[in-house]
């Protein structure tokens, strides 16, 4: 029996091409793992009217972990229009598969490390090591929106003194979208932050909101980092504006360390900093929960590139890492690690997007070789 049993989802376009540059890893690493692939994606839209079937749920459920390539989402009525003809106008609505399983697994913490390996020459500074906290249940993109908004939504609404310059404006004509935080998932999110610069020995903690504006929900979070950064008087807690920190981040990216912050804006914020050491095809991220992980690139499936094995396997490969730090395999991923960076370094294998010829699939060998 494996040591691991792990949920393996390709999902849509190059995921397919980048699940399968992990697996020629996983295979050298010899991992002890069992691995059961599953179905999701738009592809399942299409033809079923559900993207995220209950066969991969419950698959999901009996594994360890899950491996997740890439999935194609579009707009409501874009989704709607690409029905197959007998489902369309029967009331399937189209719903972001990894969005669903964040929330039904509880997987709150959205951790994306952002690192400039030498010798990547699409970095923006040399040196920049930053790692994400981004709430991953909560916020705006908790799901919890209504167009047309429903009667009882609207009187609510009606009843705050700054919906008053709305008041002539029709519930056909409105819509809305619910920030909604609680102080768990603050506390949670912030702890997770400090936790890992404990074990790290990470320099700093920075909080990004918006409390001079959004008051309410920016402002709990805010006073719940204050609190819980009491707990850890050996690292800092720096306090920054979302606006204010996407330009210091292009000013001074070394001045910073960990990041954590809310759904939204962490999902803006990350990819800043994905750009700032290579772009998303060096992007990786882990969803963790407490008692269940997912392991994504946050590149999306890109389908024009789909099969064609051209776009840069870097950011799954960093996620396979991530992967087996949080199964307990540390030394096969600090290999990994090492054999990732020693590829980029060596500038011999790369993909178009770093000026080079070579496939998704030859950069994968070329790392396994290092293994």
């Known amino acids: 029996m494996a040591k691991h049993k792990i949920a393996v989802l390709p999902g849509d376009g190059v995921g397919k091409d980048v699940t399968e540059a992990a697996m020629i890893v996983l295979e050298k690493i010899k991992l002890d793992a069992e691995y059961l692939y599953g179905d999701v994606g738009w592809e399942f839209w299409c033809k079923d009217g559900e993207p995220l079937p ?48 964040r929330q039904l697994f509880d997987l709150y ?33 908790a799901g919890i929106e ?13 009843t705050h003194p700054n919906a008053r310059k709305f008041a002539d404006t029709s519930n056909d004509d409105m819509a809305i979208s619910v920030r909604l935080f609680t102080r768990k998932g603050c506390q949670r999110i912030i702890r997770a932050a400090f936790e890992f610069a404990k074990r790290y020995n990470r320099r700093s903690v920075t909080v990004i909101e918006k409390p001079n504006v959004i008051r309410e929900t920016s402002g709990l979070m805010i006073r ?40 939204m804006f962490g999902d803006i914020i990350s990819d ?9 095809g060096f992007a990786a991220s882990a969803n963790i929960g407490d008692d269940y992980a997912l392991f994504e690139p946050t590149h999306g499936s890109a389908p024009k590139y789909a ?35 020693a590829v980029i370094a060596e500038g011999k294998v790369r993909t178009y997007d770093m000026g080079g010829a070579n496939t998704t699939l030859e950069v994968a ?3 396994a070789e290092k293994l």
């Open 224 to 263: 719940e980092a204050r609190k819980i950064a009491a707990e850890y008087p050996d690292i800092p807690l720096w306090e920054a504006n979302v606006d204010a920190m996407a330009m210091w981040l292009l000013k001074n990216p070394l001045d910073y360390d960990i990041l954590v912050t809310s759904n």
């Open 272 to 280: 800043l900093c994905g750009q700032l050491v290579g772009g998303l």
């Open 109 to 141: 913490t959205n951790l994306r490390p952002c690192k400039a390996y030498p010798g990547n020459p699409l970095v923006y500074k040399e040196g920049i090591d930053l790692v994400i906290f981004r709430e991953n249940t909560e916020g705006l993109y």
């Open 307 to 341: 099969g064609q094995y051209k776009v840069n396997p870097t950011a799954m490969l960093i996620t396979t890492r991530l992967m087996l730090d949080w199964l307990g395999e540390n030394e096969k991923a600090d290999r990994l690690d090492a054999a990732i960076a």
């Open 146 to 158: 209504w167009h047309p908004v429903p009667d009882n939504v609207r009187a609510a609404i009606d």
């Open 365 to 367: 060998q070329a790392v």
């Open 54 to 101: 209950v066969r991969t749920v419950d698959l999901l459920r009996s594994t360890d972990c899950c491996l997740f390539g890439a999935i194609t989402s579009k707009p409501k009525q874009e989704a709607a229009a690409e029905l197959c003809p007998e489902l369309k106008g029967k009331g399937f609505v189209y719903r972001s598969p990894i969005v669903r399983l």
